[in-house]
């Protein structure tokens, strides 16, 4: 004669984990996708203006940027509280602006080339002295387009 058995006990099934190293790999790729990493750190602060016609820029790569702000409290120390200007990484004089624009230019291919804006960030609480100054000196260096950076504020009918 047979012989029957009662029902054993069943654990909890365990989970099929080969499928989770395809999920983790998705993830780490959509993410390297969608990151963008900072080209420069700021050492200068900056508060934008508000403009009333605010338009959003259609090609960032092809910006470079000038900032120019009181730098920040760490920086202090080094350069003071009077406005600097920031091209790149590093704290620089208005006759460096020639120079900065001749390496941006260089390091663009050549059809970009024709196409390169300037961006002025600067501290609303900068005087327009300084921007003028910046602005000569785009003009020697053959850089034509600038944009001036601003936030989106209230239209004044």
Same mark, same amino acid.
């Given at each position: *004669? !047979?012989?029957?058995?009662?029902?054993?006990?069943?654990?909890?099934?365990?989970?099929? *984990?080969?499928? *989770?190293?395809?999920?983790?790999?998705?993830?780490? @790729?959509?993410?390297?996708?969608?990151?963008?990493?900072?080209?420069?750190?700021?050492?200068?602060?900056?508060?934008? &203006?508000?403009?009333?016609?605010?338009?959003?820029?259609?090609?960032?790569?092809?910006?470079?940027?000038?900032?120019?702000?009181? &730098?920040?409290?760490?920086?202090?120390?080094?350069?003071?509280? /009077?406005?600097?200007?920031?091209?790149? /990484?590093?704290?620089?004089?208005?006759?460096?602006?020639?120079?900065?624009?001749?390496?941006?230019?260089? #390091?663009?291919?050549?059809?970009?080339?024709?196409?390169?804006?300037? #961006?002025?960030? #600067? /501290?609303?609480?900068?005087?327009?002295? *300084?921007?003028?100054?910046?602005?000569?000196?785009?003009?020697? #260096?053959? !850089?034509?387009?600038? @944009?001036?950076? !601003?936030?989106?504020?209230?239209?004044?009918?």
């Amino acid at each position: *004669m !047979a012989r029957f058995t009662g029902k054993k006990a069943k654990g909890t099934p365990e989970l099929n *984990m080969g499928s *989770m190293s395809d999920i983790i790999f998705m993830l780490l @790729f959509f993410f390297m996708v969608i990151t963008t990493m900072r080209e420069s750190s700021l050492y200068v602060k900056i508060i934008p &203006p508000q403009g009333s016609e605010v338009v959003k820029l259609e090609r960032k790569s092809l910006v470079s940027y000038i900032n120019i702000g009181v &730098p920040l409290p760490d920086q202090q120390k080094k350069y003071g509280t /009077d406005p600097r200007i920031q091209l790149n /990484d590093q704290i620089s004089d208005v006759s460096d602006i020639i120079t900065f624009c001749e390496l941006e230019r260089s #390091a663009r291919p050549e059809p970009d080339r024709p196409l390169l804006t300037t #961006a002025i960030k #600067a /501290d609303k609480q900068v005087r327009m002295g *300084m921007i003028s100054d910046v602005k000569q000196e785009l003009r020697k #260096a053959g !850089a034509l387009k600038i @944009f001036y950076n !601003a936030s989106k504020g209230q239209r004044k009918d």
